[in-house]
């Protein structure tokens, strides 16, 4: 290489120039590669073997030595094969030409029939998605305008044909759930009311009993639908059309025809056997004229003529009493009717008869609704004459699906004894039928996903894609400055069943090594101590301005461990030019985005995160000349050479972020922290990067062309 040759003549070293006297010679020529001396009309070799010309590159043909000069090789031609969704490259690792099935040439951009994949013969349809639930009343579709399953609820296939139980109705969550019972309840308090399952409908039936007012003598109450209210009765007796007599007695529930000396006029008495009222007999005084009687008054002799005395008034305010006579005590006499008060209505309680204040609520009597449950409408119904608790599942809900749809059920053993509230079941989310995949319930996006998983797959290679299922997938190429290496050439060239990205020991498109943590690209930062962008495919900081000389790092003490043998720990250089403490902003916009999270611009990484355990990704057993860092040996210094990190370039790993080591994301993190603009990549359940970009640390970063 030009680079060795300059090696050489800068370090005076007879042996790659050819003789100790051209050393000189040798050095300017490995600088300026095969320009012409200086001092001379003669071309200075530049290569001895075929070894020397070699770029690494298989598919740029063989190069060869000839008089000196690196004679390029003959590129290997890849011809079409004809296939519309395959694309033919030459890996340039292997020098041989590789065909890569490119699903995505197939697609239709149809949800519903499946994911379309590519083989060898062609484009391949996909498998149907299959929607299914696990209730018999949902109606299951699968949507192309939404891509996804659809579960329509049909309340006809969970009716039981019963009238007086409610309509039942299908939930997308729950399958059948009851109805509530329809409200039978008129306006009308003298009805029974019902619901009538063989007639379909509610039933008010007449009961006169509710209408009974506990008076015998004003007749037989009844329940009149039509006036909504009860009516009076025919009188219990009849008259005997004599007017001065009381037909009926309501102490006695009787009829009885005694005369009523008040109804005839003054001297006068009612003497029923003459039909009526006769004048009065003679007297000389009122002695003459008592009839020993209280109730009918006290009698009077006036004129010579017996009167009749004022009859005893009984009668109160109230009219719960029953007010009389009491001709053997000679009072009056208030019986509480405690019917009469009685209105017939449940749910403004019992209501007795007070003598002295009428009628009056029962203490305690009024029914207490309250069933201490929050879920529920606590009400009094006047129909079923009982207090009605109707759950509200609205009341229960903490607006989220994936834990099911929250209950009101406080006859529920498991309800809570505050809210009444049962927990519902946890959604239930649909299978697609794909071996490789599983859905559950996310809690913090709270909606069904589907994710793949890659250890379901037995086939070398394949990975598990949601709607397709295991597959080696669509693999485009993707370069790096223009070549394809063994990290972007969508094979697996270690045999681990791990293609590029997948694979842990690829760093990014430009890596050439799946086996290894080494790039292994053909002069990558092969210049000693002098360090640019390790992630790119060349050496120099010409294109990328980034600046580092490994004589800045404390670890360079001559002896292992250390990053390179040749350079010697300087603190001189520490801020100088080659070791800046900040790199430029053209470094870390070209650079930058090639960097995985744990590693700085130049190539030291911490691979197990929070172990501030540094490695040189370039490290070479000096012993045999071999670059052998692996993640099995992070521990042996003498092939992973510890290293300090720049923090002018370096690119940490946040709590949300995925690095060296770092497969999965803490339980807080719904998904990996990227750049703006930059997709997720990596976990299951994500979409490969698109052209141009490659998976680098869990996020789509773009590539160099």
Known sequence: EAGAAGEAGA?????????????????????????????????????????ECSDNDLCTGIETCAAGQCVAGTPVVCNDDGISCTKEFCASATGQCEVVLQDALCDDQTYCNGVEKCSLTGCQDGVPVVCADSFACTTESCDEASKSCKFVPD??????????????KCDAAFGCVSGEPPLCMDDIPCTDDSCDESAKACAYVPNDGKCADSFFCNGVEKCDVTAKA???????????????????????????????????????????????????????????????????????????????????????????????????????????????????????????????????AVENSIPNCDDGKACTTDACSEAQKQCVHTPDDTACTDFKFCNGSEQCAPSNPLADAATGCVAGPPAQCPDDGIACTSASCDPVLDKCVTVGDDSKCTVCGESCVVGVGCTKGACTPTGCQGKVYACGDCLDNDGDCKIDSKDSMCMGPCDN????????????????????????????????????????????????????????????????????????????????????NGCDCFGCCEIVPGSNQWIWLGSITYANDNQEC?????????KCHPCTPTTGCLNTCAHCELCFG????????????????????????????????????????????
Request: proline residues 7%; charged residues 20%.
């Open 230 to 360: 009860c009516v009076p009765g025919p009188l219990a007796c009849t008259t005997d059309n004599i007017a001065c007599t009381n037909d009926c007695d309501e102490v006695a529930k009787a009829c009885t025809y005694t005369p009523d000396h008040t109804k005839c006029e003054a001297g006068k008495f009612c003497v029923p056997l003459q039909n009526g009222c006769v004048t009065g007999t003679l007297c000389g005084s009122d002695a003459d004229c008592s009839d020993g009687l209280y109730c009918n008054g006290e009698e009077k002799c006036a004129s010579g003529t017996c009167q009749p005395g004022v009859a005893v008034v009984c009668a109160d305010i109230f009219n719960c009493t029953l007010d009389s006579c009491d001709e053997a005590n000679d009072t009056c006499a208030h019986v509480p009717m405690d019917s009469v008060c009685d209105n017939a209505m449940f749910c403004d309680g019992a209501d007795k008869c007070d003598v002295n204040a009428g009628c009056v």
């Open 630 to 638: 692996t993640l099995a040996e992070l521990n042996n210094p003498a």
């Open 155 to 168: 309340d006809s296939a969970c009716t039981d044909g019963l009238y007086c139980n409610g309509e039942e």
């Open 11 to 51: 370090a005076g070293e007879a042996g790659a120039a050819g003789t100790a006297g051209e050393a000189g010679a040798a050095g300017e020529a490995g600088a300026a590669g095969a320009e012409q001396d200086a001092g001379a009309d003669v071309i200075v070799p530049v290569c001895v073997t075929d070894l």
């Open 662 to 705: 770092k497969t999965e994301l803490p339980d807080d993190c719904t998904t990996q922290e990227c750049p703006t603009g930059r997709n997720p990549c990596g976990q299951p359940g994500q979409a490969d990067c698109p052209t141009n970009q490659y998976c680098i640390s869990g996020c789509c970063q773009p590539t160099l062309q």
């Open 513 to 596: 090594t799946e086996q290894g943590l080494w790039g292994g690209i053909p002069g990558q930062n092969s210049a000693p101590c002098k360090q640019d962008c390790y992630f790119d495919g060349d050496t120099g900081a010409g294109n990328d301005s980034c600046y580092w000389n490994h004589k800045c790092d404390p670890f360079e003490q001559g002896t292992p461990p250390y990053p390179e043998e040749k350079c010697k720990y300087d603190a001189s250089m520490v801020g100088s030019s080659d070791c800046p403490n900040n790199q430029s902003q053209t470094c870390l916009n070209i650079c930058g985005p090639l960097v995985p």
